[in-house]
């Protein structure tokens, strides 16, 4: 219960605000799995309704999944996020660890340069990127989608806020027990900012499940596509103006992440505050 | 078992000097208290002590052996912090067997899942468990090694910090101010259980605090400590009745010692407010004095006459045994506190006029420096000579 209730006219003129703007964010999702359990016919029918007056749900679903090689693609976007996320959170929380709590000459720089790294949009590194690995020869393989993601100033960022909240005493008594500093940062570190590391994770993942400008450029071959990719190729090819089908893909795509979220949102929020309020 | 020899430590953040030039001999199963206010450089020499901060200058011993360079897990010490330290994320069974899996188990039988196959690993980890079940009971948290610190109180946190500290039986116990986050009836109580410990243990342990009673009250040997300066060393007895400095007489002491600032007239007394005391030993006339005496040192006498401190009371403070009156003697700066029997309180009022007698052994000289002028010393002139030698 909130510490002060609002007078009803302002409570009502602000859920009226809240639902509103809930309910633009949710209509797309709603419209697409309401299409999505359409028969063709009344998907361009002029009238309005979200329930299908004839239920087409299990023809359109069984067409995602057969027509296209859909499963496929899920099976590679989560390998890519995956391992994307092993190899960042590998990465980031020593580098977090060296510039939150070591000290050395030039961290400030270091960090600086991270924080430069997080304005920059990773768009603007394609073409680099591009060419670095057709240099390298993993364009078009599974590494060409994980590696320009391995280091995330983002995820840098993060994890050094919430490791200064730790107390300087924790490490010490750490490095009085014997750890050394890559088990201070496994051991002590990760466990004790796991909200931040869940938080870090969803962004993580739901970003790169989504991610559709990288893997355009870095992957051709479709059995290396990941989840978005797949529908854009399925929509041109064989689905055509077949929007059922398409839109129970689309269904099937988003479900993880919605699942993975509701289920982990009590870490996602706090990790995201958690540094801010302490 | 460990002596620890501290020589000549420097050391500065940046430009400012944090300690300067403090050496302190520490013998094998020794007390020693830090003692001095915050920022004083204390909790700093800790440090260096456990090799978490790097000194400037100087060198420090550990039984023996040079720990100068020496990673913190080498030196074979423990250190319980303010803040106890514990790992959160850990119970309090995990928290205790971190230093001995660190020590006893090679870092593959430490790797997760993989680890608990090894052999050996099952084996090693059965003792540990043991050790630390002993360590728990000893310390009365046996019961409390499933649950994790976030679930304990104060107190109880306060143990773990100390078992995990004492499971991998160190040469030498460093304890930064363990005792400052608990409320004032438990500190009471770990003040005797720590001192306890000390005395089953039979080790070194170095102690810092800020709270003169627990320096008093655990230690075999206290070091004030101001401004990063070493000023006395001594047994807790000696540092309250025979201070070296006039700011260790100052900073020991509740309430603080009553300094009287006076100029010496002829030889053998001094004049404070208008009144001549008699002070002991041979010092040159002319010079100024502080006159240093603790409120306890008062007793009453009937009239005023040389010796003998005139006031107001202005305040009067009833402790229970004792009587803290604050009496504003004519001529000096601040109230003069004098500690009385209880007894007396029917016949003290605020406002009276009370004379104040003072045996002249009783009084402590200090020189316009703040150096302690001792009786048995022949003249101020023998001190600033031996002083100038010294610089």
Same mark, same amino acid.
């Not at chain 2, 005395?199 to 800020?210: M, N, P, Q, S």
């Not at chain 2, 208008?274 to 041979?282: N, R």
């Given at each position: 219960?909130?510490?002060?209730?609002?007078?009803?006219?302002?409570? %009502?003129?602000?859920?009226?605000?809240?639902?509103?703007?809930?309910?633009?964010?949710? %209509?797309?999702?709603?419209?697409?799995?309401?299409?999505?359990?359409?028969?063709?016919?009344?998907?361009?029918?002029?009238?309005?309704?979200?329930?299908?007056?004839?239920?087409?749900?299990?023809?359109? !679903?069984?067409?995602?999944?057969?027509?296209?090689?859909?499963?496929?693609?899920?099976?590679?976007?989560?390998?890519?996020?995956?391992?994307?996320?092993?190899?960042?959170?590998?990465?980031?929380?020593?580098?977090?660890?060296?510039?939150?709590?070591?000290?050395?000459?030039?961290?400030?720089?270091?960090?600086?340069?991270?924080?430069?790294?997080?304005?920059?949009?990773?768009?603007?590194?394609?073409?680099?990127?591009?060419?670095?690995?057709?240099?390298?020869?993993?364009?078009?393989?599974?590494?060409?989608?994980?590696?320009?993601?391995?280091?995330?100033?983002?995820?840098?960022?993060?994890?050094?806020?919430?490791?200064?909240?730790?107390? #300087?005493?924790?490490?010490?008594?750490?490095?009085? #027990?014997?750890?050394?500093?890559?088990? %201070?940062?496994?051991?002590?570190?990760?466990?004790?900012?796991?909200?931040?590391?869940?938080?870090?994770?969803?962004?993580?993942?739901?970003?790169?499940?989504?991610?559709?400008?990288?893997?355009? %450029?870095?992957?051709? #071959?479709?059995?290396?596509?990941?989840?978005?990719?797949?529908?854009?190729?399925?929509?041109?090819?064989?689905?055509?103006? #077949? !929007?059922?089908?398409?839109?129970?893909?689309?269904?099937?795509?988003?479900?993880?992440?919605?699942?993975?979220?509701?289920?982990?949102?009590?870490?996602?929020?706090?990790?995201?505050?958690?540094?801010?309020?302490? | 078992?460990?002596?620890?020899?501290?020589?000549?430590?420097?050391?500065?953040?940046?430009?400012?000097?944090?300690?300067?030039?403090?050496?302190?001999?520490?013998?094998?199963?020794?007390?020693?208290?830090?003692?001095?206010?915050?920022?004083?450089?204390?909790?700093?020499?800790?440090?260096?002590?456990?090799?978490?901060?790097?000194?400037?200058? *100087?060198?420090?011993?550990?039984?023996?052996?040079?720990?100068?360079?020496?990673?913190?897990?080498?030196?074979?010490?423990?250190?319980?912090?303010?803040?106890?330290?514990?790992?959160?994320?850990?119970?309090?069974?995990?928290?205790?067997?971190?230093?001995?899996?660190?020590?006893?188990?090679?870092?593959?039988?430490?790797?997760?899942?993989?680890?608990?196959?090894?052999?050996?690993?099952?084996?090693?980890?059965?003792?540990?468990?043991?050790?630390?079940?002993?360590?728990?009971?000893?310390?009365?948290?046996?019961?409390?090694?499933?649950?994790?610190?976030?679930?304990?109180?104060?107190?109880?946190?306060?143990?773990?910090?100390?078992?995990?500290?004492?499971?991998?039986?160190?040469?030498?116990?460093?304890?930064?101010?363990?005792?400052?986050?608990?409320?004032?009836?438990?500190?009471?109580?770990?003040?005797?259980? @720590?001192?306890?410990?000390?005395?089953?243990?039979?080790?070194?342990?170095?102690?810092?605090?800020?709270?003169?009673?627990?320096?008093?009250?655990?230690?075999?040997?206290?070091?004030?400590?101001?401004?990063?300066?070493?000023?006395?060393?001594?047994?807790?007895?000696? @540092?309250?009745?025979?201070? +070296?400095?006039?700011?260790?007489?100052?900073?020991?002491?509740?309430?603080? @010692?009553?300094?009287?600032?006076?100029?010496?007239?002829?030889?053998?007394?001094?004049? @404070?407010?208008?009144?001549?005391?008699?002070?002991?030993?041979?010092?040159?006339?002319?010079?100024?004095?502080?006159?240093?005496?603790?409120?306890?040192?008062?007793?009453?006498?009937?009239?005023?006459? +040389?010796?003998?401190?005139?006031?107001?009371?202005?305040?009067?403070?009833?402790? *229970?045994? +004792?009587?803290?009156?604050?009496?504003?003697?004519? *001529?000096?700066?601040?109230?003069?506190?004098?500690?009385?029997?209880?007894?007396?309180?029917?016949?003290?009022?605020?406002?009276?006029?009370?004379?104040?007698?003072?045996?002249?052994?009783?009084?402590?000289?200090?020189?316009?420096?703040?150096?302690?002028?001792?009786?048995? +010393?022949?003249?101020?002139?023998?001190?600033?000579?031996?002083?100038?030698?010294?610089?």
């Amino acid at each position: 219960m909130s510490a002060h209730r609002l007078a009803p006219p302002s409570a %009502i003129l602000r859920h009226a605000v809240l639902l509103i703007t809930g309910a633009l964010i949710l %209509i797309p999702f709603v419209w697409m799995v309401s299409l999505s359990i359409k028969p063709p016919g009344e998907i361009f029918r002029a009238s309005f309704s979200f329930w299908p007056e004839q239920f087409y749900g299990i023809e359109n !679903y069984t067409k995602a999944l057969t027509n296209s090689p859909l499963p496929r693609y899920m099976l590679n976007g989560v390998i890519v996020c995956a391992m994307i996320l092993a190899l960042q959170i590998i990465v980031c929380a020593p580098a977090a660890y060296a510039l939150a709590k070591l000290d050395f000459p030039g961290r400030n720089l270091l960090f600086a340069m991270v924080l430069i790294a997080l304005i920059l949009p990773h768009e603007v590194l394609s073409l680099p990127l591009f060419v670095l690995g057709y240099q390298v020869g993993i364009l078009n393989t599974y590494a060409a989608l994980i590696f320009p993601y391995v280091v995330s100033p983002f995820g840098i960022f993060l994890f050094r806020q919430f490791f200064k909240t730790i107390p #300087d005493d924790v490490i010490h008594a750490a490095r009085l #027990d014997g750890l050394s500093e890559l088990a %201070i940062v496994w051991r002590i570190m990760v466990p004790m900012a796991l909200p931040a590391i869940i938080a870090f994770g969803i962004f993580s993942i739901v970003s790169h499940w989504n991610s559709l400008f990288w893997p355009l %450029i870095a992957v051709r #071959d479709q059995s290396l596509m990941p989840p978005p990719l797949g529908i854009m190729v399925f929509k041109n090819g064989e689905a055509g103006n #077949d !929007y059922g089908p398409l839109m129970a893909a689309s269904t099937l795509v988003v479900a993880p992440l919605i699942i993975a979220f509701l289920s982990a949102q009590r870490w996602f929020v706090e990790g995201l505050t958690g540094g801010a309020v302490k | 078992m460990a002596a620890i020899t501290i020589e000549k430590i420097e050391k500065s953040f940046g430009a400012t000097p944090v300690l300067r030039d403090v050496s302190l001999d520490i013998a094998d199963g020794e007390f020693v208290t830090l003692l001095g206010p915050s920022g004083c450089g204390k909790s700093t020499l800790l440090r260096i002590l456990a090799g978490l901060e790097v000194q400037t200058g *100087g060198s420090i011993a550990i039984g023996e052996r040079v720990v100068d360079g020496v990673r913190p897990k080498r030196r074979d010490v423990a250190m319980v912090f303010q803040s106890y330290a514990l790992y959160p994320h850990m119970t309090v069974q995990e928290n205790m067997a971190v230093p001995l899996r660190m020590r006893r188990l090679s870092s593959i039988q430490r790797l997760p899942l993989i680890g608990r196959f090894l052999p050996g690993t099952k084996a090693v980890g059965a003792e540990i468990e043991k050790d630390v079940m002993r360590t728990a009971k000893a310390l009365g948290i046996g019961h409390l090694l499933g649950r994790k610190p976030g679930q304990l109180s104060g107190g109880q946190r306060q143990r773990v910090a100390v078992g995990r500290a004492m499971v991998r039986q160190p040469a030498v116990f460093l304890m930064d101010e363990p005792l400052s986050n608990l409320d004032a009836k438990l500190r009471v109580q770990m003040r005797a259980e @720590i001192k306890e410990l000390h005395d089953r243990l039979g080790v070194t342990f170095v102690y810092v605090t800020h709270d003169q009673s627990e320096a008093m009250t655990m230690s075999d040997r206290v070091a004030v400590m101001l401004d990063g300066e070493l000023l006395q060393v001594a047994s807790p007895r000696e @540092i309250y009745a025979d201070p +070296d400095d006039r700011r260790v007489a100052e900073f020991i002491g509740s309430p603080k @010692i009553n300094m009287l600032e006076a100029r010496v007239r002829d030889n053998g007394l001094a004049e @404070i407010a208008g009144t001549s005391f008699a002070i002991p030993g041979d010092i040159t006339p002319g010079i100024s004095l502080a006159l240093g005496i603790r409120p306890e040192a008062f007793h009453l006498v009937e009239a005023g006459g +040389d010796n003998i401190l005139t006031g107001a009371v202005r305040m009067i403070e009833h402790m *229970g045994s +004792d009587l803290y009156v604050h009496l504003a003697v004519p *001529g000096t700066e601040h109230p003069v506190i004098a500690r009385l029997l209880a007894e007396r309180a029917p016949q003290i009022a605020s406002g009276q006029t009370l004379h104040l007698g003072v045996k002249p052994e009783r009084l402590l000289l200090f020189a316009a420096d703040g150096h302690r002028l001792r009786p048995h +010393d022949h003249a101020s002139a023998t001190v600033l000579r031996m002083k100038e030698r010294v610089q």
